[in-house]
């Protein structure tokens, strides 16, 4: 109960409460790499489903293979970025790709990156400096797409709080055939991309003062791999984190996972609060 008791206590963090913003991009490994991706999206999106939370795409590039090189969405829901934090990083995964010929093992990777959502007050944006330009957007969705200029494209300088430089935003949006709605999703990403920013110079002076893997959710670190052949799945930041389920995780059954993450976290801030 006093062990308890010392965990209730650790300060919240007010991020915690917010939706998630989650980006999956493709990285080694080709075509492979963005069939990866999809799984994880798919991963994802049958989590996310399981606890009744609210996946829409924001913005996606299909692989030419299938699955994604790139794919944009956020999760709405009660306290989901507090628990989808944990998945930034880069994945890893073993397996044979269906276009190997000789049945060799290849490795391919994705990354993965989770922000908390932006409102309109967490920053500060000059909407009058937005520069944008319409497109048609063009795929899938019938004649409407390809003849209506419905996708935008907006631009906006802004200085990096990380570097003290201006530096030029560039954000398209193609999801709707409604300009409007694609203005709306894009100055909604504008925010977050911001506010990412401004939130990793925070959290960089958190962990000048106390060193994390699982709570800063370094997105350049390999976090996690999913090896086919022996059915398991590994997260590399905490000893023995090894899973002999990867048919059930693939599936969305991701919660062994983060409930063994979260305890390491609240063990580590815990270990700090007595130290402080």
């Known amino acids: 109960m006093e062990q308890d008791i010392r965990v209730m206590m650790i300060p919240k963090d007010p991020q915690d409460s917010k939706?998630?913003?989650?980006?999956i991009r493709a990285g080694t490994g080709g075509d492979e790499a963005c069939l990866f991706a999809g799984d994880l999206y798919r991963m994802y999106s049958k989590f996310c489903e399981n606890r009744g939370w609210k996946?829409?795409?924001?913005?996606?590039?299909?692989?030419?293979?299938?699955?994604?090189?790139?794919?944009?969405?956020?999760v709405t829901g009660n306290g989901c970025y507090g628990i989808l934090k944990f998945e930034s990083g880069v994945h890893r995964v073993q397996r044979v790709p269906k276009t190997e010929t000789q049945g060799?093992?290849?490795?391919?990777?994705?990354?993965?990156?989770?922000?908390?959502?932006?409102?309109?007050?967490?920053?500060?944006?000059?909407?009058?400096?937005?520069?944008?330009?319409t497109f048609r957007s063009s795929g899938a969705g019938g004649q409407n797409v390809n003849k209506v200029e419905s996708g935008v494209r907006l631009r906006y300088m802004w200085k990096n709080p990380n570097t003290g430089e201006m530096q030029e935003i560039l954000i398209e949006c193609t999801e709707t055939r409604d300009?409007?709605?694609?203005?709306?999703?894009?100055?909604?990403r504008l925010r977050t991309r911001i506010y990412d920013m401004e939130y990793e110079k925070y959290i960089n002076d958190?962990?000048?003062?106390?060193?994390?893997?699982?709570?800063?959710?370094?997105?350049?670190?390999?976090?996690?791999?999913?090896?086919?052949?022996?059915?398991?799945?590994?997260?590399?930041?905490?000893?023995?984190?090894t899973v002999y389920n990867l048919a059930a995780v693939m599936d969305g059954d991701l919660d062994e996972i983060i409930n063994r993450l979260q305890m390491a976290e609240n063990a580590e801030r815990l270990k700090e609060n007595i130290e402080s």
């Open 19 to 23: 939706n998630a913003v989650m980006e």
């Open 55 to 74: 996946v829409e795409v924001t913005s996606v590039s299909e692989g030419a293979s299938g699955g994604y090189k790139e794919i944009d969405f956020t």
């Open 104 to 133: 060799r093992i290849h490795t391919s990777a994705a990354s993965v990156a989770v922000l908390p959502e932006a409102e309109e007050f967490d920053v500060e944006i000059n909407e009058g400096e937005i520069k944008w330009d």
């Open 179 to 188: 300009q409007p709605k694609n203005r709306e999703r894009a100055l909604a």
């Open 206 to 241: 958190i962990s000048a003062k106390r060193k994390t893997m699982v709570s800063t959710g370094d997105r350049s670190a390999k976090i996690r791999t999913y090896n086919y052949p022996q059915g398991r799945v590994t997260d590399h930041r905490v000893e023995g984190l």
